[in-house]
C-alpha cells in the first residue's frame, strides 16, 4: 500500500519510464513433492494477494522486460518463458480504477487508467528458486495449486489461462525440463503429467509413449537403495529435447 506521498512519486516515475499502462502479469509453476505450485505476491499491509508483475520499460523489449521481472521474484537467470495471452477486456479496468482513487484525482493517478496485460507462464526448478518480494510487497511465497489464496484484479483468470495453456502445451511440446530434478524416475515424470492434466494416466502407455518421443536417456543403473526393484532413473536428451520444442511431439495426450 503507497502513502500519498510515495504513490506521487511513483507516478510521476512511472509516465516517465514506463509505456503507458502496459503491464506484465507472470505466472510461475514449479513442482515439488508431487505438487504443481505457483508463485505468489502478498502486497505490504494488505491482506491482498497477486500473480507477479511489472511494467515494461520505454526502453525495453517485452521479452526482456518478462525476463528481468522473473529474475527478480526468482533469482534466476535462465527461465523456460511463454507468452500466453493478451488480456485487455474493458471489464479488467474496473477493479484498477479503486486503487488509491481516494488520494490522487484519476488524470494523476497512474492505477486509474485502462491497463493491457501480456501473460507469460514460466517453469522453473522448484529447489533453485529464491523467492523475493518486490519493493512493494512483504511476502513471495510457494502455494499449492490446489490451495492458492484468494487473487485479486482479474489474477485467478490470468493463472487459469496460463494453466489451460500449458496443458494444451502437452498436446505438441515436451515439458519436464524446467520442472523435474536432473535425475528422475519414470513414476517422477508421470505424476508431474498427472498433476499438470489433472487426470490419471495409465503407467505402460505413458512410459512407453515418453521413451518414444527420445527426449530421454535411462541411466545403466537403477536408483541405489529403497525398494527391491528400484526405478531406473532417467534424464533429458537437452538437444533432442530442444528440437521437440521447435517441431512438435508427433501425439497428445
Not at 487508467?113 to 501480456?118: A, E, H, K, V, W
Not at 529447489?127 to 518486490?134: L, Q, S
Request: with cysteine; proline share 6%.
Amino acid at each position: 500500500m503507497f502513502t500519498k506521498e510515495e504513490l506521487i512519486e511513483f507516478c510521476e516515475t512511472a509516465r516517465s519510464s514506463y509505456l503507458d499502462h502496459i503491464s506484465i502479469d507472470c505466472v510461475v509453476f514449479g513442482f515439488h513433492e508431487g505438487q504443481l505450485k505457483v508463485l505468489s505476491l502478498k502486497v505490504k499491509n494488505e491482506e491482498s494477494w497477486y500473480l507477479p508483475g511489472g511494467f515494461v520499460q520505454t526502453d525495453e523489449p517485452i521479452e526482456m522486460a518478462a525476463n528481468r521481472i522473473l529474475k527478480e521474484r526468482t533469482g534466476l537467470d535462465e527461465i523456460f518463458l511463454q507468452q500466453f495471452h493478451v488480456f485487455g477486456d474493458p471489464e479488467r479496468a474496473r477493479p484498477h480504477h479503486d486503487l488509491y482513487k481516494d488520494m490522487l484525482p484519476p488524470d494523476e493517478n497512474w492505477f486509474s487508467m485502462r491497463f493491457l496485460t501480456i501473460g507469460y507462464y514460466a517453469l522453473v526448478d522448484f529447489v533453485h528458486v529464491n523467492p523475493t518480494p518486490d519493493a512493494h510487497s512483504e511476502s513471495c511465497t510457494w502455494y499449492d495449486l490446489t490451495d492458492l489464496p484468494d487473487l485479486k484484479l482479474d489474477h485467478a483468470r490470468i493463472l487459469m489461462r496460463a494453466l489451460d495453456t500449458l496443458r494444451l502445451q502437452l498436446n505438441y511440446q515436451p515439458i519436464g525440463y524446467n520442472l523435474m530434478p536432473k535425475e528422475f524416475t519414470m513414476p517422477e515424470l508421470q505424476k508431474l503429467y498427472e498433476t499438470i492434466l489433472d487426470k490419471k494416466l495409465d503407467r505402460r502407455n505413458f512410459q512407453r509413449r515418453m521413451l518414444g518421443f527420445g527426449i530421454l536417456n535411462r541411466s545403466e543403473q537403477p536408483r541405489k537403495g529403497g525398494a527391491h526393484k528400484a526405478p531406473y532413473l532417467y534424464s533429458f536428451d537437452l538437444k533432442n529435447y530442444q528440437d521437440a520444442l521447435k517441431e512438435g511431439l508427433k501425439s497428445g495426450w
